[in-house]
């Protein structure tokens, strides 16, 4: 079945640090691909996707790669924010799912300024 | 306007008793979710319903019963509250044949006492 594995977390970071959190998917097929943030209190918000292999989402300076020789998709910050602290959730969707998305299990990022 | 609404946002009953949760969206979205988050932010796929059919019944125990009225709602009854149902339960939505991404409310967050 499908599945997604995150980096484990917390990871604690000083403001204007370089981000990477490593997120890699098993599926059938050719799986759309999906970051979540979640700011304290709040629910999920989409903060970037890719639908297709080498397709780069971004959003908020936050970036990714569709990399289907890898089955990655790692999202990668330059210059981190305090205002950046929550949990990221990488999540795919594979063409047939009966739509549901599968998330990986979270990192919780905080930036210290 | 919210466009995933959820009430309520904070729910604390004892073991034994019946609770529901409701949720509304108004993006015209044809598949509504429940997820369930637990304390290390794991989420969960429960339920979801497309044009108010259900869809997935992922392996939840019978004491949940979803119920959607029309296509804009999903509401979550709880039968027999037990100390293990404490987490966080979002209700999303999405629109088929679009990007493929949900829209989350906020979360209920669930106290069994």
């Known amino acids: 079945g499908d599945s997604v594995t995150q980096m484990e977390g917390p990871v604690t970071l000083s403001e204007e640090a370089f981000l990477t959190i490593n997120c890699t998917y098993t599926?059938?097929?050719?799986?759309?691909l999906f970051w979540y943030v979640q700011y304290p209190g709040e629910g999920l918000q989409l903060l970037l996707k890719?639908?297709?292999?080498?397709d780069k989402g971004s959003n908020k300076g936050f970036e990714a790669t569709y990399r289907k020789e890898t089955t990655s998709f790692h999202l990668e910050k330059g210059s981190v924010q305090v205002s950046d602290s929550a949990v990221y959730f990488c999540?795919?969707?594979?063409?047939?799912?009966?739509?549901?998305?599968?998330f990986g299990s979270g990192t919780q990022l905080t930036v210290l300024p | 306007d919210t466009a995933v609404s959820q009430t309520p946002k904070y729910l604390v009953t004892q073991m034994g008793n019946d609770k529901s949760i409701k949720c509304e969206q108004n993006?015209?979205?044809?598949?509504m979710y429940w997820y369930k988050q637990d304390s290390k932010k794991f989420l969960k796929i429960m339920f979801s319903?497309?044009?108010?059919?259900?869809?997935i019944n992922e392996t939840v125990p019978n004491r949940f019963s979803p119920k959607s009225p029309d296509k804009a709602h999903l509401n979550l009854h709880i039968n027999s509250l037990e100390l293990g149902d404490s987490a966080v339960y979002f209700c999303a939505s999405s629109q088929t044949g679009e990007g493929g991404e949900l829209f989350f409310g906020e979360g209920s967050r669930l106290t069994v006492l």
């Open positions: 319903y497309n044009n108010k059919e259900l869809i």
């Open positions: 993006l015209g979205h044809d598949t």
């Open positions: 999540a795919l969707r594979s063409y047939g799912s009966a739509r549901q998305l599968t």
């Open positions: 599926a059938t097929g050719y799986p759309s």
């Open positions: 890719a639908t297709k292999a080498d």
